[in-house]
């Protein structure tokens, strides 16, 4: 496709937007949804960090199985559009199932089922910029595909989550699946790919134990978090002991020790999971590594304020589910069309005043409206979160402008795709380690005192985003 017109561009990324209104709506709509109705109160944030980190992990096995497996397929139907149509038809199966469920353990099953199928899709879909799309025109390609990345977030809000508000569930599903199967089929008949005609014959081995290896990083960072987090939250709480008691000595030793584990697992799995993949160069290349750190901090503190933001609603505003999920809608929109607006800003301005100071005044953003949600627990008001949603809006859309972009500087050109390939540990690892600790440690200090596990959570969310800006720091000039 040397001569791009204007629609290649759309034909070529609008299984983006099927996808991610997929995403967003299984992952920030159904799944809050549904454990709110089948996890009693005390058990709903544990039991959706359990549920998150399940299908993470198979997410992070799946996807660049699929891709691999598409760089090697020989179908006269092309690489990348056979996986495409095959993921999308399971999908509309475990849509269905996750509509269905009656149990949480039903719907953990069509959680991880539905993570395969959207990951059978996701992986190859990758690869048709780089096959498809001229070198010089792949920065316009890239642009839209970032719009159909990001109009998800306001579709599914003014949308899908209003029908769950409405207590239509299964219109709910029925829109995610249309979308769904209209972005593929534009996909499939529209892409025109030239079969492959011989194999490769790059190992395949090697790039799953790449994967192995940052899955073994980020789960020694884990345990890493839980070690130095028990040990913080010990001596605080042997030191607040004799003057409030020994109830809330431990209240406190878990909510320090729960947010310093958030830390430690994040510098400690990056690193781990960096030097598994890439060796002695994840020690020369150090900057690199600090901006995987940078990445990863962000990205648990956004994914997790997502996730858990529903349970939140109900407790504040004690609402039920229906209300929660549409509030939640409401508060979607409004972040994502200030993502929208200021990713779309932020290229120019990181092009114009440095792609770090961007990165760093993203952290700051967002560090700011994270500490004011604080405000809200005990005095619930939505107009502080709505005007918390447009401060984070702001410093998530300029982040995932200008760190990604700080991040093409920071790998060695003929090795970019290995070197991106593991900012996967970031992305996948952010759920695993915001909602996997975050979790159970809102839910422990809730039983404790109503609302001081969201308080603890996101008090820690807070200190993720300022320590992304702290974190580059490490990113040097001289490896840039």
């Not at 109705?37 to 299908?55: D, K, Y």
């Not at 996807?63 to 399971?90: E, H, K, V, Y």
């Not at 899955?215 to 042997?238: D, E, Q, Y």
Request: aromatic fraction near 10%; charge should be positive; charged fraction near 10%.
């Amino acid at each position: 496709m040397n001569n791009m017109r204007w629609y290649d561009y759309l034909s070529i990324n609008v299984f983006w937007l099927g996808l991610n209104v997929r995403n967003t709506a299984v992952g920030s709509v159904f799944t809050p949804y549904l454990v709110a109705l089948f996890v009693p109160e005390s058990g709903r944030n544990t039991a959706l960090g359990f549920i998150s980190t399940a299908g993470l992990i198979v997410a992070m096995l799946v996807q660049p199985a699929a891709g691999l497996l598409s760089d090697r397929s020989t179908s006269r139907f092309g690489r990348r559009r056979p996986f495409i149509f095959a993921g999308t038809i399971f999908d509309l199966l475990f849509l269905v199932a996750i509509a269905l469920s009656g149990n949480f353990w039903m719907l953990l099953a069509a959680t991880l089922l539905i993570q395969c199928s959207a990951n059978v899709s996701h992986g190859p879909l990758q690869g048709l910029i780089p096959d498809l799309v001229p070198e010089g025109q792949r920065g316009r390609a890239s642009a839209v595909k970032a719009v159909f990345e990001l109009l998800p977030i306001i579709l599914v809000g003014f949308t899908i989550a209003q029908l769950v508000g409405k207590g239509e569930l299964g219109w709910a599903v029925f829109a995610t699946g249309a979308t769904l199967v209209v972005t593929m089929l534009i996909t499939v008949l529209a892409v025109k790919e030239q079969p492959l005609r011989e194999k490769p014959i790059a190992s395949f081995k090697l790039p799953m134990l790449r994967v192995l290896g940052m899955l073994a990083g980020i789960a020694l960072g884990a345990v890493a978090g839980l070690l130095g987090g028990g040990a913080v939250g010990g001596l605080a709480g042997l030191i607040s002991w004799p003057f409030v008691g020994k109830d809330a000595a431990t209240a406190v030793g878990v909510g320090i020790g729960g947010v310093v584990a958030m830390v430690v697992a994040v510098v400690a799995g990056v690193w781990s999971g960096t030097y598994a993949t890439l060796g002695q160069e994840a020690r020369r290349r150090s900057s690199f590594t600090w901006w995987v750190v940078n990445r990863l901090l962000f990205l648990a503190a956004a994914t997790s304020f997502q996730g858990f933001l529903p349970f939140f609603l109900m407790y504040a505003f004690r609402v039920s589910a229906e209300e929660a999920a549409s509030m939640n809608g409401n508060l979607m929109t409004v972040i994502g069309l200030f993502i929208l607006l200021s990713a779309l800003a932020g290229g120019w301005i990181a092009d114009r005043f440095g792609k770090g100071r961007v990165v760093a005044l993203s952290g700051v953003l967002a560090a700011i409206g994270g500490g004011a949600v604080l405000t809200t627990i005990w005095v619930p008001n939505m107009a502080t979160l709505y005007a918390v949603g447009i401060v984070i809006g702001l410093g998530t859309g300029l982040f995932m402008t200008g760190n990604w972009a700080l991040g093409t500087d920071l790998v060695p050109p003929e090795e970019a795709g290995r070197y991106l390939g593991v900012s996967n540990l970031a992305g996948a690892g952010a759920g695993m380690i915001g909602k996997g600790i975050g979790g159970p440690l809102a839910d422990y200090l809730n039983r404790y005192q109503p609302g001081l596990g969201y308080f603890a959570i996101f008090a820690g969310y807070a200190l993720l985003f300022a320590l992304s800006a702290v974190s580059l720091y490490g990113v040097r000039r001289d490896q840039r």
